[in-house]
């Protein structure tokens, strides 16, 4: 078979199911082929789609123990039966794959238009195998499958990889999902970029990406999206439309963006400041999603089938010319999507910094080059504390890493993603760069992965949100905020936390499978309220419980990854300074995270042993023995 | 007074739900290329503008079809394609000033906008009210007209 030929492994028989294309395109980067394979059908019914099946497909397929930069590692880009529908923010897809930065599997979800398109060319899977002897970009157009070569787009940013695989193309509608020099230069937090403002951020998915030497993945699919059952699926898409309509939640989406949170963790000091040091920030106002707005949004722009429209883009305004970039070889542009709230803590608060010109710019580097912003300015704010107690001196570093220093922040991202100086240092990530420094304790995370913008001392539970999730510090499998400000729990306290936390961990896991986005659970659309849909759509009729089960399945399939890979329940901890040190001053003055508390009850509520593994009897009730 | 589309794109997000929904009434089944309305996006600009037939009074479709297989519905005021009198030649493609004709790959024939007999699906899909059915009203034209008068003569210096 010559290299870009498809192989016919896949009968055109069509399915009595909906929802799903039921067809994996498994692309050999090695020898530059590509197959379509049949996905079995109980298989898309026990995980629903997405993140599920992924982890699904990875556990068969990649030994846990895999170095994740190496060939036997696997990149799946995953999108589940309600991508490409029209049920309210049905985009998203999922890279699934062993994490650089985590060592751990990683599940990372990005918006924007890539995951329909390629539902609309006819696959729910890519899955990525082997490397590229050289580098190389991925073109799928329907049946049209090639491997091509990328040298002329590699080492340029994403903008550019973007624009530049539209002109050589030259096809109307072509949705690209690339890296940026950070992949390529293998920086543990490299981001996968897709519609050049959308991510799959954490973990280093796109570092994977970067040691297959694989650019990119250009898609264009002229096909459709099947559904089971017409009438009751658009039923369910209009009631809950309805419903999302007029609710709160995406109200403030829709007029303040995800940074509106900036002003509640404020107000409930668990907004993490100078690396964790403090809990508010008292230039939080420069940086609040009303700031932005006022004085930054251009418009709104939605996802694919959105009817939120929480992305904003925003005007750089001076921030364009006012702080030198020695490397970046780009003309800059004068418009960018976001800052959301993490990317406004992480390069803002986090590092001290509160001028919104230098965190657009930041973020607005961090896109195209192709980094995680939180693990960005979360080990950039480690390396500053670091600077602030003397570990780093002026020998170490080009310029002071001064926290609050604006120029420290654009010049250490750019240096960052080039590797270039103590640019290198911070590439590894804060665990890495503290335990070479010597101070492993600067590190604020888990599993190797830095925390997002909620301070576990103002929101007790995220203390056991962070040490349980699967792929280290992240905020979005169980976001206990939520409960923790509506006056369900008091925020300080630890009872009913674990088990709280436990069962929205399915929850949302389930949610991720399905390929919508977990803004419309805030919107006044929660997973419960759309099981009609997945079931109207995808032809398996399913209850809420059964949908909640898949998430149980689907996160101890996970589990199982992280433990055959060598992780512990030492893994599941927090660092010293959130267990030890509480704030002086605040309203979460006092408080000190209590993971003793509830882990062990976490792990029971899970059904694991007091190590944290699984039992038998859990594995074999959720078909997994 | 028969109704119009009336397209703002200034409040177009670019969720694509039209086109997603224009697909469904075509072919059954949530596929974007073959919508009969398009989201142009321009991104750079943070714009996207939502296009489709203007079911032009002088329709220039109409008068260049050979054998008059495109129609007035006398209801709405859509210019319809007669699919048994299309013989594909695709000259309508050709006359349309707005590039709103298309064809179908599969039977050569023309596919146009027809407004779903006076309940476009585009318009009830919206989520942020970018396309409207509308009483066509002219009243919006005064200023708009005003307005490209000035952007003019502001471009060529006064």
Partial sequence: ?625 | MSKVLNILPEKCTGCMQCELACSWVQTGTFQPSKSLIRVNVFDEQASYAPYTCLQCDEAWCMTACPTNAIATDRATGAKLVIDQLCIGCHLCTIACPFGTVFTLPESDKASKCHLCGGAPACATSCPTDAIEYVEADQSWFGPWAAKVTENYVNAVGG
């Fill in chain 1, 1 to 625: 078979m010559n290299p870009g030929e498809v192989e016919a492994g896949f009968s055109k028989k069509e399915m009595d199911m909906g929802g799903w294309t039921g067809k994996i395109l498994r692309v050999n980067l090695t020898t530059g082929t590509a197959v379509v394979e049949a996905i079995p059908e109980s298989w898309m019914k026990d995980y629903i789609g997405g993140r599920g099946l992924a982890a699904k497909y990875l556990l068969d397929e990649v030994d846990p123990k895999v170095d994740p930069l190496s060939p036997e590692n696997k990149l799946i880009f995953a999108t589940g039966p309600l991508t490409g529908t029209p049920v309210p923010c049905g985009a998203r897809y999922m890279v699934v794959t062993k994490g650089a930065l985590t060592n751990a599997i990683t599940t990372s979800n990005s918006g924007g238009h890539w995951g329909p398109e390629l539902k609309f060319a006819g696959y729910d899977f890519v899955i990525c195998e082997g490397k590229a002897p050289r580098p190389s970009y991925i073109f799928i157009y329907d049946d049209r499958v090639e491997v091509r070569d990328a040298s002329q787009y590699w080492g340029k940013g994403v903008n550019d990889t973007e624009d530049g695989l539209r002109d050589e193309l030259g096809i109307p509608g072509l949705r690209v999902a690339c890296i940026g020099p950070a992949g390529e230069n293998l920086v543990k937090f490299a981001c996968i970029m897709n519609d050049k403002h959308r991510a799959a951020g954490r973990s280093g998915v796109g570092t994977v990406m970067g040691s297959k030497n694989l650019k990119a993945i250009a898609v264009r699919g002229t096909g459709g999206v099947n559904i089971a059952d017409p009438e009751a699926f658009m039923k369910g898409v209009w009631r809950m439309r309805a419903e999302m309509k007029d609710s709160p939640g995406r109200k403030s989406f829709a007029e303040l963006g995800t940074a509106a949170t900036i002003d509640m963790t404020q107000a409930m000091g668990g907004l993490p400041t100078r690396n964790f040091q403090q809990g508010q920030f008292e230039l939080y106002e420069n940086l609040n999603g009303n700031t932005i707005r006022e004085t930054r949004l251009v418009a709104n722009k939605a996802c694919f089938a959105c009817t939120i429209a929480c992305g904003r883009v925003s005007q750089l305004g001076d921030a364009a010319d006012k702080f030198l970039v020695n490397m970046h070889p780009r003309n800059w542009r004068h418009a960018g999507e976001g800052p959301e709230y993490e990317t406004a803590w992480a390069l803002g608060a986090d590092t001290g910094v509160g001028d919104l010109d230098a965190v657009l710019k930041a973020n607005w580097l961090c896109n195209d080059l192709g980094m995680d912003p939180i693990s960005m300015g979360a080990t950039l704010a480690a390396a500053m504390e670091l600077y602030q107690d003397g570990t780093i001196t002026d020998q170490h570093v080009e310029l002071p890493l001064n926290f609050g220093s604006s120029e420290a922040l654009i010049r250490m991202t750019e240096a960052t993603a080039y590797r270039e100086g103590f640019g290198n240092e911070l590439a590894e990530g804060s665990k890495r760069m503290g335990e070479k420094l010597g101070n492993p304790d600067v590190h604020m995370g888990t599993k190797g992965q830095e925390y997002p913008a909620y301070d576990p001392r103002g929101f007790q539970g995220m203390g056991v949100a962070y040490a349980t999730c699967n792929r280290g510090g992240c905020h979005l499998r169980a976001w206990t905020p939520g409960p923790e400000t509506t006056g369900v729990f008091d925020p300080h306290e630890t009872a009913g936390k674990a088990e709280w936390v436990a069962a929205e961990q399915n929850r949302t896991t389930a949610h991720d499978n399905t390929g919508v986005c977990l803004f419309v659970g805030a919107a006044n659309g929660p997973l419960e309220k759309f099981v009609d849909c997945i079931s109207a759509a995808t032809g398996v009729s399913y209850s809420y419980d059964d949908v909640l089960r898949i998430g149980e399945r689907t996160w101890n399939i996970e589990r199982l990854f992280n433990l055959r890979a060598g992780l512990t329940k030492a893994d599941d901890s927090l660092p010293k300074r959130l267990l030890k040190e509480a704030h002086k001053a605040g309203p979460s003055a006092g408080v000190t995270v209590d993971l003793n508390a509830m882990l062990p009850v976490y792990y029971s509520e899970r059904g694991w042993d007091p190590e944290g593994v699984p039992t038998a009897s859990k594995l074999a009730e959720l078909g997994l023995a």
